[in-house]
């Protein structure tokens, strides 16, 4: 068990806490709190957080603090105390969302500017040396877990430049009929039960079944079934879209 551990979290879904990323990121975060995590959660569209603009001044003349005065000023020495980072975003254009990349991006004052061999790769050094572990939370509407395959392997560089152990990916394709099935009572307790379990294995046993994380992104109807259904979803949303344009 990971004891008095910290953990800090991050939405960036601009739906915040009624989007489809909200959906398993509540439950894995609920497990957590269960295994006795001290849990954070933010929402980076109640952040000012202005994109980092190379000045390096973080790493040479002011260490550890960036020359922007905003949210990062606060937020900055929670992320820096925390045990655990989770990363929760849907998925934009096969990356995280803008607002998460920027904070991602913002994490630069961690970072000596002098360069060291770490897994025979050039990186930075830390000013202040600490294990963590980040967690990639996402959602995606496509069928397929191989969605994922590009923000995984963004998620599991940027945790090799800050030197944190990429502990896994909670991953939910075709999110929105996860939603839609849970609104309409459908079988698929099953999936937040397994969220929960995630989170709660992270804090009790310092890593995620792999059975579990497989459970969490199981199909939910045949890959045709979804085709089916998402494009006549999509019909009737351009068919309201007409009917509204044409009554103004």
């Known amino acids: 068990m990971i004891s008095k551990c910290y ?3 991050y939405n960036s879904s601009p739906h915040k806490g009624n989007g489809n990323t909200a959906v398993i990121l509540d439950p894995f975060l609920q497990g957590m709190k269960e295994a006795g ?3 954070s959660l933010h ?3 109640d952040l000012i957080i202005s994109a980092c603009r190379g000045d390096l001044r973080c790493m040479t003349h002011t260490p550890g603090t960036c020359i922007h005065d905003d949210d990062m000023r606060w937020l900055f020495p929670k992320m820096e105390d925390a045990d655990i980072w989770v990363l929760a975003s849907p998925l934009y254009c096969d990356g ?3 607002p998460m990349k920027t904070l991602m991006d913002r994490m630069v004052p961690l970072l000596q500017l002098f360069v060291e061999l770490r897994e025979d ?3 930075h050094p830390l000013w202040t040396p600490k294990e963590r572990m980040i967690v990639l939370v996402s959602n995606c509407g496509f069928w397929e877990n191989e969605s994922f395959d590009p923000v995984i392997a ?3 560089a940027f945790a090799k430049n800050v030197h944190a152990e990429y502990a896994g ?3 939910r394709p075709h999110g929105p009929t996860l939603k839609a099935m849970i609104q309409k009572g459908l079988p698929v307790q099953d999936v937040l039960d397994s969220i929960r379990d995630a989170g709660f294995q992270l804090i009790d046993k310092g890593y995620m079944d792999e059975c579990t994380l497989n459970a969490i992104s199981r199909p939910l109807k045949t890959r045709d ?4 259904d998402a494009n006549e979803i999509i019909q009737n949303i351009i068919d309201h879209a007409m009917i509204h344009s044409e009554s103004l």
């Open 154 to 156: 963004q998620t599991k």
């Open 121 to 123: 790769r050039c990186r």
């Open 96 to 98: 995280v969302t803008g």
């Open 43 to 45: 929402y980076t569209d």
């Open 7 to 9: 953990a800090t979290n």
């Open 169 to 171: 990916s909670i991953i």
């Open 225 to 228: 079934a979804f085709l089916k």
């Open 37 to 39: 995590a001290d849990i």
